[in-house]
C-alpha cells in the first residue's frame, strides 16, 4: 500500500500548478501567523504585529480567489467524479486551515489580550505546534498527488504534533484555571487557547481524510 509516485494531475497542468499555488499560500500564511503570535507575544499590539496581521489577511483573501480558480478549472477538465469530489474536498480542508490561521490572528487583533507573562511560553510553544502541524498536513497534502509513501511519514508528523498540542493547551488550560485570576480572565484566555489549539486539530481532521483518499487510490 502507498506506493504511487505518479503525479495524480500530471495530464492537467494548469490545475496542478494552481493546486501547487494553493499549497504556497498555507505555507505563507503559517509562517505569517508565527510571527504575529510571536509578536505579540512580545510587543502586545505593536506596528510589527499588526503588519504581520495584515500579511495574514491577505494571504487568506489570495488563497480565497485561487481556491474558487481551482473550483472553476477542477468542472472544465475531464476529470473521473470521484477524482474531481476528493480534489474538491481536498481544497476545501485546506481552505478552513487557512482560514483559522486568519481567524485567531483577527482575534488578537480585536480583542488585544493581556498575555501574563507566566504564560508566555506556553503559548509561543502552542503556536509553534499548531503551526507545524499545518505545515506537514501542508506537505502530506502536497505528497498526495506525486507520492504516497511520503505522504503517510508527514501525515504521522502531523498526528504526534497534534497531540503534542492537545497536552501542551491542556496544561496551560489547567495551569490558568487553578490560578486566582478572575473567571473572565481565564475565560478569555481559555478562547485563545482554543483558537490556537483548533488549528492542529483542523489539520488532524484533514489528515484522517487525506488517508481515505489515499486508500481509495491504492485499491
Given amino acids: 500500500m502507498f506506493h504511487i509516485n505518479v503525479s495524480l494531475l500530471s495530464k492537467t497542468k ?3 500548478a494552481n493546486i501547487d499555488q494553493f499549497h504556497d499560500k498555507l505555507i505563507d500564511i503559517s509562517l505569517s501567523f508565527s510571527k504575529a503570535i510571536k509578536t505579540y507575544l512580545k510587543e502586545g499590539r505593536s506596528h510589527d504585529f499588526e503588519k504581520y496581521s495584515k500579511q495574514v489577511k ?4 489570495e488563497a480565497d480567489t485561487l481556491r474558487r480558480d481551482i473550483e472553476k478549472r477542477l468542472y472544465s477538465y475531464n476529470l473521473l467524479p470521484d477524482l474531481r469530489a ?7 480542508n485546506l481552505d478552513k486551515v487557512i482560514n483559522k490561521f486568519e481567524e485567531v490572528t483577527y482575534m488578537f487583533f480585536a480583542q488585544k489580550p493581556d498575555i501574563p507573562d507566566e504564560y508566555r511560553g506556553y503559548f509561543k510553544e502552542l503556536g509553534k505546534l499548531s503551526a507545524g502541524c499545518a505545515e506537514s498536513m501542508c506537505k502530506a497534502s502536497r505528497a498526495y498527488f506525486r507520492d504516497l509513501t511520503t505522504m503517510r511519514d508527514y501525515a504521522q508528523k502531523v498526528y504526534f504534533l497534534e497531540h503534542e498540542s492537545d497536552t501542551c493547551s491542556r496544561n496551560l488550560t489547567e495551569e490558568i484555571f487553578a490560578s486566582p485570576r478572575s473567571l473572565a480572565e481565564k475565560m478569555q484566555l481559555r478562547q485563545f487557547i482554543d483558537g490556537i489549539a483548533d488549528i492542529a486539530d483542523e489539520a488532524e481532521d484533514f489528515i484522517d481524510q487525506l488517508l481515505i483518499f489515499a486508500i481509495k487510490r491504492d485499491i
Fill in 14 to 16: 494548469a490545475l496542478e
Fill in 58 to 61: 491577505n494571504i487568506e483573501h
Fill in 86 to 92: 476528493d480534489v474538491l474536498k481536498l481544497v476545501e
